[in-house]
T-cell receptor
Framework: GQSLEQPSEVTAVEGAIVQINCTYQ??????LSWYQQHDGGAPTFLSY????GLEETGRFSSFLSRSDSYGYLLLQELQMKDSASYFC???????????FGTGTLLAVQP | DAGVTQSPTHLIKTRGQQVTLRCSPK?????VSWYQQALGQGPQFIFQ???????QRGNFPDRFSGHQFPNYSSELNVNALLLGDSALYLC??????????????FGQGTRLTVV
């Protein structure tokens, strides 16, 4: 089967750093993406890793280790507006057939 | 530049009925994917359309069908609705390029409630 594991909830304070982990078990792997979704809204693309290592995009960074089937999203200088659900998603092939995790609900407190 | 647009935003249907949801991709995109997102879950891939053909399909029954038009817009049809079909239906568009598709942009979704 195919599965992606993420923590269900994470709480942090404004200005802090938080890491959201994702472990995956899929029949094919082409890359790992991260999406942010505010309540009832559209998932928004944050980051993509096809190769091992760290990708940095502003306050957000994402890491991938293909040998460990593991990745994480790092959010720095947390702001209240970062409160949302975060999903990791495996690209099963070159197409955008995405296999999503169950999501992590991040609550940022003042 | 308009992003991905979906219609309608909300819909209530009765068990056994049929429903059609619509999606216009982001300008310049040629591929449309449909996802079902149940409450508290991650989106589940239904199928993807490219060049007016179904390119890939997820693990959904034949009651779920789709279509892509020459202008790249797409429809998702669900027949014989079940209570369990109640969900947020998301459309995502991307562009096919050498080496793999570009990142997927999602629409706001259609909230379908089956009663």
């Amino acid at each position: 089967g195919q599965s992606l594991e993420q923590p269900s909830e994470v709480t942090a304070v404004e200005g802090a750093i938080v890491q959201i982990n994702c472990t995956y078990q899929t029949s094919g792997f082409y890359g790992l993406s991260w999406y942010q979704q505010h309540d009832g809204g559209a998932p928004t693309f944050l980051s993509y890793n096809a190769l091992d290592g760290l990708e940095e995009t502003g306050r957000f960074s994402s890491f991938l280790s293909r040998s460990d089937s593991y990745g994480y999203l790092l959010l720095q200088e947390l702001q209240m507006k970062d409160s949302a659900s975060y999903f990791c998603a495996v690209h099963g092939g070159a197409t955008n057939k995405l296999i999503f995790g169950t999501g992590t609900l991040l609550a940022v407190q003042p | 530049d308009a992003g991905v647009t979906q219609s309608p935003t909300h819909l209530i249907k009765t068990r056994g009925q049929q429903v059609t949801l619509r999606c216009s991709p982001k300008s310049g995109h040629d591929t449309v994917s449909w996802y079902q997102q149940a409450l508290g879950q991650g989106p589940q891939f239904i199928f993807q359309y490219y060049e007016e053909e179904e390119r890939q399909r997820g693990n959904f029954p034949d009651r779920f069908s789709g279509h892509q038009f020459p202008n790249y817009s797409s429809e998702l049809n669900v027949n014989a609705l079940l209570l369990g079909d109640s969900a947020l239906y998301l459309c995502a568009s991307s562009l096919v390029i050498r080496g793999g598709d570009t990142e997927a942009f999602f629409g706001q979704g259609t909230r379908l409630t089956v009663v």
